[in-house]
């Protein structure tokens, strides 16, 4: 059957009421009780102090569809846009959680007969991994569930080290942690990729599409762990990857949402062709900068603010590809309304702010971005292999160009980037403007916010504030 993603929401949050959970709503892009996190990257994120502990709600059993980011932080997938079929740096994750009440079994079971029953995909085609020391979930998969061994696939310490393993989960370095258990589907033989804990596994073919996390340990400062007195569950499904397999297509880009977000790209920077990887970033950028409005985030040079600024000017390169020169990117807001502003009321009521936001972003970044392109052109038309760590400088520094813009444009080309010069060229600058006296220093520092290496300052623009 067709599943559109709207259709996909509610049968999620409806099979999980139905079993006694209470439905929350999607929280912030921006995490309201953890200043150490850039952006919500997950479901669980509003829950994380119900799993410390600290927190209490008045009930054991929660799903939501929560509004993920998972650029710039500990999670960053922005270089994979317009490069795998299955990653956006917005996504929405379908979960469901139990704190201190069911465990494994319930959770696997519930993910099976979802998955199958309801939404009535191929057995056949799902694959699970558990962590290599988790028997109890293989025994439920193999045993109970009725997984045939060949397809469920123990994976080990594969992150080196004791833990460290794309099947155990820690919050953080001591606290709750735990084995993961993930289902996979298969795409078939037509997609290039290899099954989960094969050497090719990074390929698109077998799609990871839900994760249970199962929170049994408590980890000590020593590396040892502890049971938990009560164990959690943790879900998260890419909704958009479900609606793929749901829609009997391959890509996340290709479902309904995004069909629609990539006409409205096409059409908003008149390009015929449908399939150009520029408009699948265009269409993903536009959703995680809108959101980030929406939620308060505006474009800085700074923190969050930079990330935002990041990714509403990649996706403006991308559209300079296409032939633009003025700006377009705002223009999509009432496409992405139309598609998302039902299930995001705050969207909606934003949306005036968002295109206001952005087109000025759009305005201050056409100023320079044509000539920072022709010099990035004259430089890469050596036909070296690397581009000069002092020509990265100087495209960031008087152009507005991030680094990660100028390395998406050369690895288009084939060609790296002298990351290692361009931070060099970064604290000679610093060191000058120390001795000029013409920069706060200490303001500088407190700018390179967690994630980004080089978000000190652009000297086009002032400093910005600390939002
Ligand atoms: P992957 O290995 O494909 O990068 P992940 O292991 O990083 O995924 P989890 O942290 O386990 O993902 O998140 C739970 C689920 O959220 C995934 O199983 C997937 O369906 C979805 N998901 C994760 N990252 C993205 C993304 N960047 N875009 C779309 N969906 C995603
Ligand atoms: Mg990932
Ligand atoms: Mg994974
Ligand atoms: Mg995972």
Not at 326 to 355: C, W
Request: charged share 25%; glycine share 10%; hydrophobic share 40%.
């Amino acid at each position: 059957p067709f599943f559109s993603v709207a259709d996909i929401r509610r049968t999620f949050l409806d099979f999980f009421a139905q079993r006694g959970h209470t439905v929350v709503p999607s929280s912030p892009l921006v995490p309201g009780n953890d200043p150490t996190l850039m952006f919500t990257n997950s479901g669980m994120v509003q829950f994380k102090d119900v799993f410390l502990g600290t927190d209490k709600r008045p009930y054991v059993r929660a799903a939501s569809v929560q509004a993920c980011l998972r650029a710039g932080g500990k999670h960053n997938d922005l270089e994979n846009v317009g490069y795998t079929a299955r990653h956006h740096t917005f996504f929405e994750m379908l979960g469901n959680w139990s704190f201190g009440d069911y465990f494994k079994r319930e959770s696997l079971k519930w993910s099976w007969e979802l998955l199958t029953g309801v939404f009535r995909l191929p057995p056949d085609r799902l694959w699970a991994t558990v962590y290599h020391e988790d028997d109890e979930s293989y025994d439920i998969w193999t045993q109970e569930i009725g997984l045939p061994p060949e397809r469920v696939v123990r994976i080990g310490d594969n992150k080196g080290g004791k833990y460290q393993s794309d099947n155990f989960w820690m919050m953080a370095d001591t606290g709750p942690c735990g084995p993961c258990s993930e289902i996979f589907y298969d795409h078939g033989p037509e997609v290039p990729g290899g099954p989960p804990g094969s050497p090719d596994a990074d390929g698109d073919r077998y799609i990871e599409i839900w994760n249970n996390v199962f929170m049994q340990f408590d980890m000590q400062p020593d590396g040892s762990v502890r049971p938990l007195p009560a164990p959690c569950v943790d879900t998260g499904m890419g909704l958009e990857r479900l609606a793929a397999i749901l829609q009997g297509v391959h890509s996340n880009y290709e479902i309904d949402l995004f069909r629609a977000l990539i006409a409205a790209a096409a059409r908003a920077t008149g390009t015929r062709d449908l399939d150009s990887p520029s408009l699948r970033v265009i269409a993903d950028h536009i959703r995680a900068t809108a959101f980030l409005v929406a939620d308060g985030v505006i474009p800085s040079n700074e923190g969050r603010g930079y990330v935002q600024r990041r990714i509403i000017r990649r996706a403006i390169r991308h559209g300079y590809k296409l032939g633009c020169t003025a700006p377009f990117f705002h223009k999509l807001v009432p496409d992405l309304v139309a598609q998302m502003g039902e299930a995001y009321p705050n969207l909606a009521a934003n949306a005036q702010r968002v295109v206001e936001v952005l087109k000025a972003e759009e305005e201050r970044f056409f100023e320079t971005l044509a000539h920072g392109m022709e010099i990035l052109d004259g430089a890469l038309a050596g036909g070296q292999g690397t581009l000069p760590g002092e020509v990265a400088f100087k495209l960031h520094d008087t152009y507005g160009f991030p680094l990660d813009l100028t390395n998406d444009v050369c690895r288009e080309r084939g060609v790296s980037v002298d990351v290692a010069g361009f931070e060099a060229a970064m604290e000679r600058q610093k060191a000058q403007a120390r001795a000029a006296g013409k920069f706060k220093m200490d303001r500088v520092l407190d700018y390179a916010g967690p994630s980004n290496a080089f978000v000190g300052y652009e000297s086009l623009h002032a400093p910005a504030k600390v939002v």
